[in-house]
């Protein structure tokens, strides 16, 4: 997840969503004029609070709750007009409704969001059919989001999604004394191939992305996929939309796997090949970056609750072990398409 970094809440603080009760939950969607019959599903999110909301109409809306303190209005108001703008070009997104005009609610001290409902399965990534159809729709994305730059979201750099990482962690002493050496020296390590990596893809060019295309984040039908979440939507180059979609399995099927995405991708939209000495380093990064998400929500009881783990030795072992890995991974030649 391509999270922004915000300062966690002082000891003390009551934790952020403390005051979202179902009561006030359902009053925040009938304060837009909808009528909830009273059912709510959760739905799977750790950053934000979205819920699938049944309606007396018999239809239902996704309802999502913003991180207080994370997004300035002005940033989600942005992401919010991406989504319309998309939409408007026909590529399959999730856009927010309007009520009276506003897409960013408010009820109770929370900001909230409301979207149709989209069904979905996660799509079949090892299927070459499947890879080109999402390698479309992503060149039709990325057509659009070419055309300007965000203003009030951020930039995807090696400062925000290594540097200030390390940083949190080493403050926080979430690192095992024992094992601080060694994560400090690989972390510093993979920090300076990441960037020796974008100094040598040279100026690629910066677009409007979705940030954090994960499978999860594609949802499939019998119509095709469509994207959610455009939550994480950031400026960057091109290639951090579709690393994502070649995670699984060794080089050779990762390869494979590339030249399907940017068959289907180049049919709408050219790909700077320099990009893909990104790869790695961009992999390097989310692994920091995540763990310093986790670190920053500690206050949040969602995140003990779900990631008790993270203060275990062994968790930090294997993120040693696992920098080590992509360390070398960054020194050798970049993926290419078989």
Known sequence: MMTAMTAPLPDGSPAPYADLTPERLLDAIESVGLRADGRLLALNSYENRVYQVWLEDGGAVVAKFYRPGRWRDAAILEEHAYAAELAEHEVPVVAPLAFDGRTLLEH??????????????????????????????????????ATRG??????????????????????????????????????DQAIDAARAAFERAGDVATIRLHGDCHAGNILWTDAGPHFVDLDDACNGPAVQDLWMLLSGGDAAEQSAALREVLAGYETFRAFDRRELGLIEALRTLRLLHYSAWIARRWHDPAFPAAFPWFSDPRYWQDRILELREQVAAMAEPPLVPD
Request: no cysteine.
């Open 150 to 187: 965000f203003a009030q979201r951020e930039t995807l750099s090696v400062a925000l999604l290594g540097e200030t990482p390390r940083r949190v962690l080493l403050e926080g002493h979430w690192i095992a004394p024992e094992l601080l050496p060694a994560w400090r020296s690989i972390a």
């Open 108 to 145: 109770g001290g929370f900001r909230f969001a409301i979207s149709p409902r989209r069904g979905g399965r996660a799509p079949e990534l090892g299927d070459p059919a499947v890879l080109r159809w999402i390698g479309r729709l992503m060149g039709r994305m990325h057509g659009v989001g």
